[in-house]
């Protein structure tokens, strides 16, 4: 339950920021407002490591592969595009296509085992139930 409910939280958060940076980028620039996305995400997060754990950031060189330690500039790149999508398509529509993107993405990365994850077998309900995400979409834009 506690999954399911931090999940939720996580795509609600997820849009009310897409359309904070959205506003903000339109106010000052891409790179300005992803940087200080960026530089403000480092400050929290720097705070809450040094109140919660203060564990040596030294055990960053022993993570394998070391491509594991793409995820902050997968990070940028992420805030670059939420930007843009909202900013292009508003951010019903945009929340749409990223989320069923990522539903896609996960789903393939499970199938096929990359990345460390435990290799799933596949299942027709999961791929019927995306491609009504997918109907669903295409109903909203109508």
Same mark, same amino acid.
């Given at each position: 339950?506690?999954?399911?409910? &931090?999940?939720?939280?996580?795509?609600? !958060?997820?849009? %009310?920021? =897409?359309? *904070?940076? +959205?506003?903000?980028?339109?106010?000052?620039?891409?790179?300005?407002?992803?940087?200080?996305?960026?530089?403000?995400?480092?400050?929290?997060?720097?705070?809450?490591?040094?109140?919660?754990?203060?564990?040596?950031?030294?055990?960053?060189?022993? &993570?394998?592969?070391?491509?594991?330690? !793409?995820?902050? %500039?997968? =990070?940028? *790149?992420? +805030?670059?595009?939420?930007?843009?999508?909202?900013?292009?398509?508003?951010?019903?529509?945009?929340?749409?296509?990223?989320?069923?993107?990522?539903?896609?993405?996960?789903?393939?990365?499970?199938?096929?085992?990359?990345?460390?994850?435990?290799?799933?077998?596949?299942?027709?309900?999961?791929?019927?139930?995306?491609?009504?995400?997918?109907?669903?979409?295409?109903?909203?834009?109508?």
């Amino acid at each position: 339950m506690w999954g399911i409910i &931090v999940a939720l939280v996580s795509g609600i !958060l997820m849009s %009310v920021q =897409g359309v *904070f940076n +959205t506003e903000v980028t339109k106010q000052t620039s891409l790179w300005v407002s992803s940087a200080f996305v960026q530089l403000t995400a480092l400050l929290v997060c720097l705070a809450a490591w040094w109140v919660t754990d203060q564990s040596s950031f030294e055990s960053l060189a022993e &993570v394998k592969p070391s491509f594991m330690l !793409l995820g902050g %500039v997968i =990070g940028a *790149f992420i +805030t670059i595009t939420v930007i843009k999508s909202m900013d292009s398509l508003g951010p019903a529509r945009a929340a749409m296509l990223i989320v069923i993107a990522q539903l896609i993405a996960a789903y393939v990365i499970e199938l096929f085992g990359w990345f460390g994850v435990e290799k799933q077998p596949l299942e027709w309900k999961k791929v019927i139930g995306m491609i009504i995400s997918i109907i669903g979409i295409i109903l909203f834009k109508l």
